[in-house]
């Protein structure tokens, strides 16, 4: 069993940057792969980045590539998602989730944190 917590999203103006933090609990989170994904106002869950446990390979949207990072700090069973140069329409409530399997679908993750909201202003 996993327990994921989100923190870090807040109100930013368009250019600005945030870093969110997902904080695990549970054995072996290292093992997992992790994604954050995203559900803006009137749209559907979408995935913005994922890393993969055991050989740290990252995996980007489209949208979002060349301005957010994800990494992860095994010792304290935390991903991060950087997040710069934001826009309005990356305003959303970000998700963090793991699973075992190497995969963009919502349903490839098991375990999911409650969400944290990011709102960016023009």
């Known amino acids: 069993q996993v327990q994921l917590v989100e923190s870090g999203g807040g109100l930013v103006q368009t250019g600005g940057s945030l870093r969110l933090s997902c904080a695990a609990s549970?054995?072996?989170?290292?093992?997992?792969?992790v994604g954050w994904f995203r559900q803006g106002p009137g749209k559907e869950r979408e995935f913005v980045a994922g890393?993969?446990?055991?050989?740290?390979?990252?995996d980007y949207a489209d949208s979002v590539k060349g301005r957010f990072a994800i990494s992860r700090d095994n010792a304290k069973n935390t991903v991060y998602l950087q997040m710069n140069s934001l826009k309005p329409e990356d305003t959303a409530v970000y998700s963090c989730?793991?699973?075992?399997?190497?995969?963009?679908?919502?349903?490839?993750?098991?375990?999911w944190g409650q969400g944290t909201q990011v709102t960016v202003s023009s």
């Open positions: 549970g054995r072996a989170f290292s093992n997992y792969r």
């Open positions: 989730a793991a699973g075992w399997y190497d995969s963009r679908s919502t349903s490839a993750y098991n375990y």
């Open positions: 890393i993969i446990g055991s050989s740290g390979t990252t």
